[in-house]
């Protein structure tokens, strides 16, 4: 299996509609974007852009970034990207994709307009040692090796960028970004002797890029070397590494090296599942999985596992029922209990999975959240500080510690969210913190992001109604109440904030 570790980006959809409110003039290259605007090249004038549009204006400049329309696709993100207002999710998630598809400068430009510094300070530097080149380049430079990533990845015209980057001047042999993509190129047309040539190349001009490392796993796991692989991998996880995105992309190519590793086929398919699970194609995973025709207690669990992360729960119990002796199992298990509120059957099964695998600290965390729900504040306490103490990725123990000591309460929060940018709980914590402050107006940005990530959220319609009560908006609380209850009947604080 050819692994393409240019993964597709994830973008978040959104109605361009406009708001009513202050940001600057917009003139758009792309005639496509200046028309959601209802803007035109000749009369431009002071338009706004709500929170959620500029995901949606972003999608519509990247297609002109996957034709090739190079500068033009750069002068949209960057206007975007500099009229975007106060948006720092929005900023975070651009961050990482601007580094992702060569655009360096842009990144930068993204980072810039975090403004709560303290949640971004983690994401910024784990984007910058997972992606960035050694030395910064001048802007067409960035360009021209932007248009090949475009052309390898887009395009198929990896062939044509080989030969380009071969028939050079010889000024790009020092920058370790284009020896990368001329590896990049070459893994796409299956050429990984030479593949791995380039790569040594970059990442000995730049041995701190984990990208570049992460090309050479798969470079190794595909020229039959996967031990080597594994050592990489190995490295590759003693990195100091804080956001759960760039652990996961870890994880997954650790999967795919022991699936390259493997020679019997039910061990190859439960690591291809695995990888499967890690990439979140949860169909792949479960069709793979369940060809396995001889299962073992771990390809139980991990169907359990799956099953439940994409909300299948009754299958998830049944799966995790027949593999008890599994620690991945007992953590379903603990989880399906968790759900249906009984917390006692949670810590039985928490605990299992824990003292089978002390290594995976999300068990020891689980078990903790499930102490806190039986009133075991002490012993929670204690497990989630002995959590912190040896995990980079604890979003889960700062995010309860946080609701467990008021004085580190929004460090912790923003430590948590910072980790995790998907975290929604993370993020209605800080909304309910500055609720709790009267600080509104913070509050409201808050509950933005979580309406950036998921918009059917319900505990995010009943933190919106309590935001509008405090604001003196009583129908559009009780509405958002309703909505909240529409979403998950069984919520009881919209209940009671309802008086059912």
């Not at 750069?74 to 975007?84: G, I, R, S, T, V």
């Not at 020092?174 to 893994?187: H, K, P, S």
């Not at 590759?236 to 020679?263: G, P």
């Amino acid at each position: 299996m050819k692994r393409f570790l240019a993964l597709s980006l994830i973008f978040i959809t959104a109605a361009p509609a406009l708001a009513e409110d202050l940001y600057s003039q917009l003139k758009f290259v792309d005639p496509v974007m200046q028309n959601v605007l209802n803007l035109t090249q000749e009369t431009p004038r002071k338009v706004t852009i709500s929170y959620d549009s500029p995901f949606s204006l972003y999608n519509i400049a990247f297609e002109r970034f996957k034709n090739s329309n190079i500068k033009p696709a750069y002068d949209d993100f960057k206007n975007l990207f500099e009229n975007a207002g106060a948006n720092d999710y929005f900023y975070m998630k651009m961050a990482e994709e601007m580094a992702h598809i060569g655009f360096f400068s842009l990144s930068d430009l993204a980072m810039s307009k975090i403004k709560e510094k303290e949640i971004a300070n983690i994401v910024v530097e784990d984007i910058k040692h997972y992606y960035f080149p050694a030395q910064p380049m001048r802007l067409k430079k960035e360009l021209y090796l932007a248009e090949l990533y475009s052309n390898i990845v887009y395009n198929e015209q990896t062939s044509e960028v080989i030969s380009e980057l071969n028939q050079g001047d010889g000024s790009l042999d020092g920058v370790d970004y284009a020896n990368y993509l001329q590896a990049f190129a070459l893994v796409q047309n299956n050429d990984f002797a030479n593949a791995k040539t380039y790569i040594d190349r970059a990442i000995a001009l730049n041995p701190d890029n984990l990208n570049y490392q992460s090309l050479l796993v798969e470079i190794l796991a595909e020229t039959n070397q996967p031990k080597e692989a594994l050592k990489v991998i190995n490295k590759l996880k003693k990195q100091q590494i804080y956001s759960i995105t760039f652990t996961n992309k870890i994880n997954s190519l650790e999967e795919y090296v022991q699936y390259k590793l493997a020679k019997k086929e039910s061990v190859k398919n439960y690591h291809l599942g695995y990888y499967y699970y890690w990439e979140k194609a949860y169909e792949k995973a479960i069709r793979t999985l369940l060809g396995i025709e001889k299962k073992n207690k771990e390809v139980n669990a991990l169907l359990a596992r799956v099953y439940y992360d994409s909300e299948d729960f009754d299958k998830a119990f049944g799966f995790a029922s027949k593999a008890k002796g599994s620690a991945v199992a007992n953590e379903v298990l603990g989880d399906c209990y968790s759900d249906k509120e009984d917390y006692t059957s949670a810590v039985k099964y928490y605990s299992k999975a824990s003292r089978m695998d002390k290594k995976r600290l999300q068990y020891r965390e689980k078990l903790a959240q499930a102490y806190l729900a039986t009133g075991e504040i002490t012993k929670a306490k204690t497990l989630f500080e002995s959590v912190i103490m040896v995990s980079n990725n604890a979003y889960l123990s700062y995010y309860n510690l946080a609701k467990l000591d008021t004085t580190k309460e929004m460090p912790y929060l923003r430590k948590a969210v910072a980790i995790n940018m998907n975290f929604v709980d993370g993020w209605l914590a800080l909304a309910d913190c500055e609720m709790k402050k009267e600080n509104l107006d913070s509050a409201g940005k808050y509950l933005k992001i979580v309406k950036s990530i998921d918009e059917n959220n319900y505990k995010y319609y009943y933190y919106l109604g309590l935001l509008c009560n405090k604001q003196g908006q009583k129908n559009d609380a009780q509405q958002n109440f309703q909505k909240s209850l529409l979403l998950n009947p069984g919520f009881k604080p919209a209940k009671e904030a309802l008086n059912i």
